[in-house]
């Protein structure tokens, strides 16, 4: 099973502030690595597939980069309503796994 | 627009059963592959199963294998989930979702209770 570890844990940032936020693999996923958005109450949203694409409908503040092991989302300038928890999600390999998550919460 | 409705969940006993549905619209439903996730109160998201367009690749995490059970039917647009010989630990929002990790299309998710 490949083991998705995100760091920080926490990140406590003020708006208009850039948020990076790490996920490592414990073995090479190639790019099958997704971001996800979560808010309380509701349900993952996709921000990133394959490491780099953003998927529709989402603003160029977010950017993915990586590949192999290491990956990372960017969030350029936060806006009040970036403030959630952030999910990587590897396809590489059955298992699917995800990170532990990262939440970015207002400093 | 791509729905997909998830529905069946509900408060069941440790031992017990319960069959969770998805209906999809919106799209060709027999074009895509399709999983279960789950999330425990409180809790990141852990992948549960997939299942292949045509039914005839399925994938489980390892503590739901055998206890579990992905099926389909393109007729209906529909996505099941068998759970069986369900445990603590098995209570959880359960979402489905198409074509996870390259696509954006979630259901809003049904609670399943596993409590005596």
């Known amino acids: 099973e490949i083991v998705l570890t995100q760091s920080p844990a926490t990140l406590s940032l003020s708006p208009g502030e850039r948020a990076t936020l790490s996920c490592r693999a414990s073995?090479?996923?190639?790019?099958?690595l997704a971001w996800y958005q979560q808010k309380p109450g509701q349900a993952p949203r996709l921000l990133i597939y394959?490491?780099?694409n953003r998927a529709t409908g989402i603003p160029a503040r977010f950017s993915g980069s990586g590949s192999g092991a290491d990956f990372t989302l960017t969030i350029s300038s936060l806006e009040p309503e970036d403030f959630a928890v952030y999910y990587c999600?590897?396809?590489?390999?059955?298992?699917?796994?995800f990170g532990g998550g990262t939440k970015v919460e207002i400093k | 627009e791509v729905q997909l409705v998830e529905s069946g969940g509900g408060l069941v006993q440790p031992g017990g059963s319960l069959r969770l549905s998805c209906t999809a619209s919106?799209?060709?439903?027999?074009?895509?592959?399709m999983s279960w996730v789950r999330q425990a109160p409180g809790k990141g998201l852990e992948w549960v199963a997939n299942?292949?367009?045509?039914?005839?690749?399925?994938y489980y995490v390892d503590s739901v294998k055998g206890r579990f059970t992905i099926s389909r039917d393109n007729a209906k647009n529909s996505l099941y989930l068998q759970m069986n010989s369900l445990r603590a630990d098995d209570t959880a929002v359960y979402y489905c979702?198409?074509?996870?990790?390259?696509?954006?299309?979630w259901g809003q998710g049904t609670l399943v209770t596993v409590s005596s």
């Open positions: 979702a198409r074509a996870i990790g390259t696509e954006a299309y």
């Open positions: 919106g799209f060709i439903f027999s074009s895509y592959w």
């Open positions: 299942i292949k367009q045509d039914g005839s690749d399925r």
């Open positions: 073995q090479s996923v190639s790019s099958y």
């Open positions: 394959d490491a780099s």
């Open positions: 999600l590897q396809r590489t390999n059955w298992p699917l796994t």
